[in-house]
Each structure stands twice: as C-alpha cells, then as structure tokens.
C-alpha cells in the first residue's frame, strides 16, 4: 500500500510537522513531540469510532506523531487498541515510520491468575495480544504499566529486555513506579544491555508528587518523562468552571479518578483563579496547564486527552506561549497552597 493507493481514506497534511515542537527522550536518539495523544478514553467501543479516526487524523496532522496505548483502555479492555488498529490499516499504515506507537501491561486485562501484574507470563502475552489488536509488527515503546510488588522487579524487567530482543518493541518503558523502584529498574535494565527509555507518572499542578524524588533521578539518569493527565482529567480546563456538565468524563458512571465527588468546591475556586491567571496571559486555562507542565526540565513530553478535533488543536496552540515569568510561577503556587 502506498500513499497514493485509492483505498486510503487519509492524506496527513504536507505541512504537519510545522507547528509541534520535538524533544530529545533523555540520551536516546530518539525525539518525542512535546504533546502526544493518548487513547485512555473515547476511543474505545462505546465511543464513536467516527470521532476516534477524525482526532487521530487531526493529531497527526498537527504534529501529533505519538500515539500511546494500553492493553486495557476501553471501555470494554482492549477495545481503544482495536479502534487504533483500524484507523492504522486505513489512513496510518503508509506512515508508520513516521509514528510512535506505545502500549502497556501491568493493570488488569482478563480473568485468573495471569491477567494482571509484572510476570514474565502476563507481560509477554499481553504485548501478543496488543499488537494483534492493532494489527502490528512492533510497538515503538512497552511499558510496565505499574509496579507489581508480587513479582520480583528483576523478572519484570527481563520480560522488557525479552519483548525488545524478539522484536516485538523498540524501546522499554515504565509507568507510575515510585523513585525508589525506577532507579532499581534502570539498574537492572543497564544488566540486561536494554536501557530504560523513559517514565510515565502523572503530572499536573494539582498532582505533583513527581516533584519529590523521582524527577531528580530522571534529570540524574536521564530518562525521558511523559506524562500523564496534565489537564487533571479535565479538571484544568474551563469545562468545570460551573458544575459538572451533562456527558463530561467527570459525570461518567465508570469514571475511578475524576468524578463529582472529587470535584470539591476549594478545587474550583483555585481552577477560577487559575482560569483568571491564563486569561492575563492570553491563553485558555487548558493551554496554560499544558505549558506549565512542559517548563518542567525533566518532562520530554505532555500526553493529552481529547473528547473532539478543537480540543486537540487548542492544545497544540499551547505551545505558542510556554515561557512563565517567576512571578507567574510563584502565584500559581500560591493559589495551588504550595
């Protein structure tokens, strides 16, 4: 198939790669855009897969080059890799070696002892899985999408290094693990002749526990970082301004992370103040998160969610304005309680 085979349904804009910005992902030859795309949510079965193929096909064509899975994103498991899968065979498979690709394993995925955690068993065979999902060769990077604290890190860490040596990724990553652990994984690694590629925490103003450890032994390491929910699940943004919206993920039944029981009153009165502060510098409330985020020396890049195309494009538009004067920086930690 080639790009000017009559069965595409996607040409990607000539000049996508104008408007993103590309990091180096610590001391790898590799470059990660500043924003990339994950599939946690609305891209699985329940969702339109209509509006699945016109974001992924906006992201790219934005510079978006990023895609980042996990065996079990949905809803139902599984179902977001499908979806990804479907729009590769249809619009992506002439660009591949223009996209980045990455999925996971470690949370659960199918019933009995050996659908979740860091097995060498579990590990494997749901890397097998995922990439039958989405109907490819390899998977630019495979993280550890947790620690398990019942498997030995070692054996964890050896079925990384196993799924790179056969082929089936790229590079090696890790996601959420404790400072204490992602030094020992890197240790470990290193052994095995792998290296760790990167580390996938969260990271937004409201949650900054990467700030105590573990971005110092990215930066000492480095280890690139990319990270996860920096709108907070949305609540950065002005969707929450006044109440939960009707159909917004905070108003999903199966919402664990972002629901209105956590959207507290002394939360949205620091998101207006915030809201307040992005309005003074000429961007959306969203737009000044996502910079606020990437200013951070150890993040290489910033994993967004997006429910429509405008989303997308008002993210990347973050990236027009990113510098924060110390004023700036001082008075969203005091608005934070920092």
């Known amino acids: 198939m080639t790009k000017n085979d009559p069965g595409l ?13 590309y990091q180096r992902c610590g001391k790898s030859g590799l470059k990660l855009p500043s924003l990339s795309l994950g599939l946690w949510q609305n891209f699985g079965a329940v969702d339109s897969s209509e509006n699945a193929k016109s974001m992924l096909h906006r992201a790219f064509d934005l510079g978006i080059n990023h895609f980042d899975l996990a065996n079990n994103y949905g809803p ?8 990804f899968g479907q729009v590769m065979a249809k619009s992506f498979k002439p660009y591949r070696d223009e ?9 659960d ?18 890397c097998d899985q995922s990439l039958k999902r989405t109907g490819l060769d390899y998977f630019d990077v495979f993280y550890s999408h947790c620690y398990d604290p019942d498997t030995p890190l070692e054996e964890t860490m050896q079925a990384l290094d196993y799924i790179v040596r056969s082929g089936r990724a790229m590079y090696v990553g890790i996601s959420s693990y404790s400072a204490v652990h992602s030094k020992q994984a890197i240790r470990i690694l290193q052994d095995l002749g792998t290296p760790l ?8 103003m409201f949650d900054r526990r990467i700030e105590n450890g573990l971005t110092d032994v990215l930066l000492e390491e480095k280890i690139g970082a990319i990270v996860f929910s920096p709108l907070a699940q949305g609540l950065l943004t002005n969707k929450y301004l006044n109440g939960v919206p009707q159909g917004s993920r905070a108003a999903r039944s199966e919402q664990v992370y972002l629901n209105q029981n956590n959207i507290t009153p002394d939360k949205i009165a620091k998101v207006k ?3 307040e502060l992005a309005r003074q510098r000429g961007q959306s409330l969203a737009q000044m998160a996502l910079a606020w985020v990437l200013n951070n020396k150890a993040v290489t890049s910033a994993i967004i969610g997006a429910s429509n195309i405008n989303q997308i494009a008002d993210c990347v538009a973050s990236l027009d304005t990113l510098d924060f ?9 005091t608005i934070l309680g920092q």
């Open 9 to 21: 349904q996607y040409s990607a804009a000539p000049n996508r790669y104008k408007s993103m910005s």
């Open 109 to 126: 995925m199918w019933p009995g002892p050996y659908g979740m955690g860091g097995s060498r068993k579990y590990m494997v065979a749901s």
């Open 197 to 204: 590629l990167i580390h996938q925490p969260s990271y937004n």
């Open 76 to 83: 139902p498991y599984g179902s977001a890799e499908t979806t």
């Open 325 to 333: 004067s110390q004023q700036e920086l001082t008075h969203i930690d």
């Open 273 to 275: 103040q915030l809201n």
């Open 99 to 107: 996209i980045l690709i990455s999925s996971k394993a470690g949370y």
